[in-house]
């Protein structure tokens, strides 16, 4: 199976940069890598994702190792809306099903 | 344009009941998953539909839990008869056409068996 390790917990200074780790050593050549939050009592939401490349959106950025088997999720500036749990995800085909960790909870000071 | 809904979002049931839990998907999403995440592990998945069809059953636990999704809209998981390790979040997510990779996530079902 496919697996990621993370920390289990963060914390940031409001306004200041997060660089929330993730380990995928078992990562294959095809798996995609997703960043997703959660909030309490609501469902996983899509923070970005990437295959090879880094990528921005207006939300984050991924740093994505050369190898492939470690990933980095940047916040530009935490704030207070962002304390979640961040999750990172391999999918694989052929059904692009998600392989969960098990998250690491930011805690944003203000 | 409405998210995944899912419902109930809590059942209390005793253990050896029945209990079915459902999830609209996103109006058009072909495709359909359901995860659950047990005490102190990690989200796993459970199964995939495309449209009305199982595509992908690997992750059911076993014979005591039956996924339909009829007419390939919304999507049922009954789970009969339940355990106590059953309890848990079930969530479902649905998706367009692969390779979308986004998937868009219910708020989940907590299910307690007692």
């Known amino acids: 199976d496919a697996k990621t390790t993370q920390p289990n917990s963060m914390e940031s200074n409001e306004e200041e940069p997060v660089h929330l780790p993730c380990n995928h050593s078992t990562i294959s050549g095809t798996d995609y890598i997703h960043w997703y939050r959660q909030l309490p009592s609501q469902g996983p939401e899509y923070v970005i994702h990437?295959?090879?490349s880094n990528v921005n959106n207006r939300m984050a950025s991924l740093a994505i190792a050369e190898d492939r088997k470690s990933s980095t999720l940047i916040l530009h500036r935490a704030t207070l809306r962002d304390a979640a749990v961040y999750y990172c995800?391999?999918?694989?085909?052929?059904?692009?099903?998600?392989?969960f960790g098990t998250g690491t909870s930011l805690t944003v000071i203000p | 344009e409405a998210g995944v809904t899912q419902f109930p979002s809590h059942s209390v049931i005793e253990k050896g009941q029945t209990v079915t839990l459902r999830c609209d998907p996103i109006?058009?999403?072909?495709?359909l998953y359901w995860y659950r995440r047990v005490m102190g592990k990690e989200i796993k998945f459970l199964l995939h539909?495309?449209?009305?069809?199982?595509?992908?059953e690997s992750g059911m636990p076993n014979n005591r839990f039956l996924a339909e999704r009829t007419g390939g809209t919304y999507s049922t998981l009954k789970v009969q008869p339940a355990e106590l390790e059953d309890s848990g979040v079930y969530f479902c997510?649905?998706?367009?056409?692969?390779?979308?990779?986004?998937?868009?996530f219910g708020p989940g079902t907590r299910l307690t068996v007692l």
């Open positions: 997510a649905s998706s367009q056409v692969i390779p979308s990779n986004e998937q868009f």
């Open positions: 539909f495309v449209k009305e069809s199982k595509q992908d």
């Open positions: 995800i391999l999918s694989r085909d052929p059904s692009n099903q998600f392989y």
């Open positions: 109006s058009g999403h072909d495709n």
């Open positions: 990437g295959l090879t």
